[in-house]
């Protein structure tokens, strides 16, 4: 399984961006899809995920502003992002946990700025 993330970018606060994160093969047992996000010299923090069972989890620095979901015909997870923030500028990263595996995507670079 290869993860490949797109729709990144330069966008001004309180504009939006959706991230997409399409997997080249089946991911459809996976128990858990997310976005992470990481700034030069920190840790990998999670933003958001989604399970099997549609439960989904929201850093509080994004809850009510940032939307996951999946479409699992097209093995593609996407993440909304809404009301943008200067501090939301960062590398996100996709993740899928499958059978017990885990796999990340390149990372794709939102910047916030005005």
Known sequence: VQL???GGGLVQPGGSLRLSCAASGSIFGADIRAWYRQAPGEQRD???SI???SRTNYADSVKGRFTISRDIAKNTVYLQMNSLRLED???????VRLR???YWGQGTLVTVSS
């Open 46 to 48: 999670l933003v958001a």
């Open 89 to 95: 500028t960062d590398a996100y990263y996709c993740y």
């Open 4 to 6: 490949q993330a797109s």
């Open 51 to 53: 399970t099997s069972g």
């Open 100 to 102: 017990g595996r885990e």
